[in-house]
């Protein structure tokens, strides 16, 4: 009989009161020895708890680096959007790691969406608006 | 679990971060993307993923501004290929740019000749306003342009230029010729705002006024700016402007007639099809009221300028000065006529009198003989030309009057052509005055000379006999007939005076007689003295006359021509006197009297031409060669005759009668002849040299 090991736990993104968790769970043993590897992808990331975008940027800076993913660089509209978690991948080994958050906010009709309207008065609305963030 | 990221090579990892989002316009998707991080706010920015409709995407855009979209009739189907159409968004809000290839022929239906292609969208969140930037063709100008909507609705399409033939335009979008200013061109009033041809659809909108037009555009003329805008409805077009400021040749200034700071306004007159000028006049330094001025283009013959100057009052001794003027760069400034009537310049009648050339040492007339109430008026006609170093020729032509005590006692024409230049300095009515009485006073020498010319004893006669005191004191009447000339009235020894010809009578000698004898006595020839005898004998006939000139002058009688034209001085009717030479002379050469009574009595044609080229104060030398082009058939006698007869101030001589008939292609032999004819006086050996002399110098 073949028993298979799960490793299962959460990604914590934020901090205090204010964070994403993310259930993750790793098959044992790895296909490749000595790296576990995480694949997350949210079934209904609107419907998922919200990080302001700042706290966002927060935790990138202290876990993946200065300047990654900087909340000024946002036009201004966008530094009050909320992030929800899409996807991750992350490798134990280090050297692969890739995640993408919707940007959006709560609508009239009280849902969030992944919805921008960059300039305030103007009916643009862009969709789907995602930060991509890679490793290198 | 926290997330930590480390790699086993323990370098540090590095990341790359990116922002995307979709916009989805006229049923296209734009896919946007801004890589991350950047220094001055992110950018997003991406293209049309498929083709998409230009009414779709202007359709949806206007939409996104709660306005309808609205496009003429004519507009074309535009599509803006996949990957053409660019949305950016940034700190300082959307922007969409892209080009949609295609073209629009005659917008409108109304901006005729004009192509429009590439349709440059360029619409920003920050002003709002959906306008296109297109690539133009009109003819070979290929200008920019653009198209503006006012809420969803095209209103404007407009192009600019920097310059463009205003022919060019009336002939390709309206179908309309204006002759001569077709050659205009109109040019950019400003550097900064170029020529704009456009068509508004509806009320002004956004700086463009309502219908088509071309504005901000300035034209030249006469080297003066205005600034004009063509304008056209209901198949009519309009072309009104205004000068930027006076047009100043110097001499002549076009002002705005409503004296305002700006130049003459100006429109089209469609009918004369130049501009018409609507301008106050400034001639010489003087206000001479408004006047319509026409105004052309430069062109090889026409003018640039032509109006009429029409004072309503006198200016100085200048009768409400009224003349028409034309001008050019070219030709410069020319008035055909100006008439100026009843010029007021008094001459000195003693002191000309006594410049008269003499023969002989004669003494001065003094101002007593001379009465004290003469003056002097001229009847003037000026042309004005443009003359050297800026200055304006006159050329002066006309007549004089003399009168005395306000009665006119004698008048003729002024030696031919007086001219006067006036400088840039001088362009004013007081140095006008002053030089047309320095040409007229420079020619008044002459004028005198010829007016006591014995060759005309009955001008002399009527000159002397108004000018002088009367009764002529004898000491008058000897400088009279010292210098030669003629004077009638009671001239001791030199008239029929009555009581003489009492005691002549008496005497058993007519009067008529002793009068010849004296006019012969004095140099006179037959055909000078006959119209004296006529005048003071009036009961004379014909015959009587011609026996009296055959015993007193029987040197210049001597032919049927010399006779006939005595009797033509005297005033003898023609047919009369032919009847009385045939009768008293019937052994006339029939081919000699022919030829007389051509000579003296010429077809009414001949005396036609002779009055038209009179009027055309013709040289004699002129008259000669247009006499001879118009009746090749006429003799050299002939036409000598009519030049001694009709043109005597250029042909007062043999010498000066045979120049001219030599000038008209006569050959020596015929010159000769005429002379023998004309002149009974000279002996054949002065026929001979003043012929000779007629040849000398060149052909």
Not at chain 1, 4 to 32: F, T
Not at chain 2, 65 to 72: A, E, G, K, R
Not at chain 2, 615 to 628: C, D, H, I
């Amino acid at each position: 009989m073949q028993y298979n090991a799960m490793v299962r736990g959460q990604i914590v993104i934020g901090s205090g009161e204010e964070k994403l968790s993310i259930p993750v769970s790793m098959k044992l043993p790895p296909d490749q020895p000595g790296s576990l590897v995480v694949d997350y992808t949210a079934d209904k990331p609107e419907d998922a708890t919200h990080l302001e975008v700042g706290k966002f940027a927060d935790w990138v800076e202290q876990n993946l680096g200065p300047g990654v993913f900087d909340k000024t660089a946002l036009p201004q509209s966008a530094q009050n959007l909320e992030v929800a978690l899409k996807t991750l991948h992350l490798e134990t080994t280090g050297t692969n790691f890739e995640m993408a958050v919707l940007l959006g906010s709560k609508g009239a009709d009280n849902t969030w969406k992944a919805e921008w309207k960059p300039v305030s008065g103007f009916p643009l609305t862009l969709v789907d608006v995602t930060v991509d963030i890679k490793q290198v | 679990m926290l997330l930590s990221i480390s790699n086993k090579s323990s370098s540090i990892p590095s990341f790359v971060s990116r922002l995307r989002g979709t916009v989805r316009l006229g049923a296209a998707e734009f896919n946007l993307k801004a890589d991350l991080p950047v220094h001055e706010g992110a950018a997003l920015s991406g293209a049309n993923s498929s083709p998409l409709s230009f009414k779709h995407a202007i359709s949806d855009l206007v939409e996104l501004t709660d306005f309808s979209p609205q496009l003429p009739g004519d507009f074309p189907d535009l599509f803006f290929e996949e990957d053409t159409l660019r949305i950016t968004v940034s700190p300082g809000g959307a922007l969409l740019s892209g080009t949609a290839a295609g073209e629009w022929k005659n917008p409108f239906g109304v901006l005729k000749g004009l192509t429009l292609r590439n349709f440059q969208l360029n619409y920003s969140s920050a002003n709002r306003t959906l306008g296109l930037a297109v690539d133009a063709e009109f003819g070979s100008a290929r200008p920019k342009g653009r198209l503006l909507f006012d809420r969803g609705k095209l209103r404007i399409v407009a192009v600019t230029l920097d310059e463009i033939n205003l022919g060019s335009i009336l002939a390709k979008s309206l179908g309309i010729v204006w002759g001569p200013l077709n050659a205009l061109i109109l040019r950019v009033r400003d550097p900064a705002e170029p020529i704009r041809f456009y068509y508004c659809d509806g009320p002004a909108y956004a700086g463009y006024e309502e219908g088509f037009r071309v504005d901000q555009a300035a034209i030249e003329i006469a080297g003066h700016r205005a600034e004009v805008a063509l304008s056209a409805a209901g198949g009519t077009a309009t072309l009104a402007g205004r000068f930027l400021s006076d047009i100043d040749l110097g001499f002549l200034r076009l002002s705005a007639a409503d004296d305002s700071r700006m130049g003459p306004a100006l429109s089209v007159d469609e009918a004369e099809r130049a501009l018409r000028l609507d301008a106050g006049i400034t001639f010489l330094g003087e206000r001479l009221g408004t006047s319509t001025v026409a105004a052309r283009p430069p062109s090889a013959n026409g003018y640039e300028l032509r109006g009429e100057i029409r004072a309503t009052t006198d200016v100085l001794v200048f009768k409400t000065p009224d003349f028409i003027f034309t001008w050019s760069k070219a030709k410069g400034f020319h008035v055909d006529t100006w008439a100026m009537p009843d010029f007021p310049f008094d001459l000195s009648f003693v002191e000309l009198l006594n410049k008269v050339p003499m023969r002989s040492a004669c003494g001065p007339f003094s101002s007593e003989m001379v009465k004290q109430s003469i003056h002097t008026r001229f009847d003037l006609k000026a042309r004005i030309d443009s003359g050297p170093e800026s200055a304006l020729r006159f050329t002066l032509n006309g007549r004089y009057r003399i009168f005395v005590d306000q009665d006119e006692v004698v008048s003729g024409q002024l030696p031919p052509n007086l001219t006067l230049l006036l400088k840039p300095d001088e362009f004013n009515f007081t140095a006008l005055a002053n030089g047309i009485r320095d040409a007229i006073h420079g020619s008044a020498t002459a004028l005198v000379q010829q007016l006591v010319d014995p060759t005309f004893p009955e001008r002399s006669t009527q000159f002397l006999g108004a000018l002088l005191v009367q009764p002529l004191p004898e000491e008058v009447a000897n400088l009279i007939r010292c210098r030669g000339w003629s004077v009638a009235g009671p001239v001791p020894t030199s008239g029929p005076d009555p009581a003489a010809s009492a005691t002549s009578e008496r005497e058993g000698e007519a009067t008529p007689d002793r009068y010849a004898r004296e006019l012969r006595r004095r140099g006179m020839t037959a055909q000078q003295a006959a119209s004296l005898i006529a005048g003071v004998y009036p009961a004379l006939g014909p015959a009587d006359l011609i026996s009296l000139l055959r015993r007193h002058y029987p040197e210049t009688v001597g032919t049927p021509l010399l006779m006939l034209w005595a009797l033509d001085r005297a005033g003898v009717p023609r047919e009369s006197a032919a009847q009385a030479f045939l009768t008293r002379t019937p052994d006339v050469k029939d081919a000699a009297f022919s030829a007389a009574v051509k000579t003296v009595d010429p077809h009414p044609r001949v005396e036609q031409t002779v009055k038209h080229l009179q009027r055309l104060q013709t040289s004699g030398l002129q008259a000669a060669r247009q006499l001879k082009a118009a009746f090749p058939t006429f003799s050299a006698t002939q036409i000598g005759y009519l030049l001694l007869v009709h043109f005597s101030q250029t042909v007062p001589d043999a010498r000066a009668m045979g120049t001219a008939l030599r000038g008209m292609g006569a050959n020596y032999r015929q010159v000769r002849t005429a002379i023998y004819d004309l002149f009974p006086v000279l002996s054949p050996a002065e026929v001979e040299a003043v012929a000779r002399s007629c040849f000398q110098g060149g052909p």
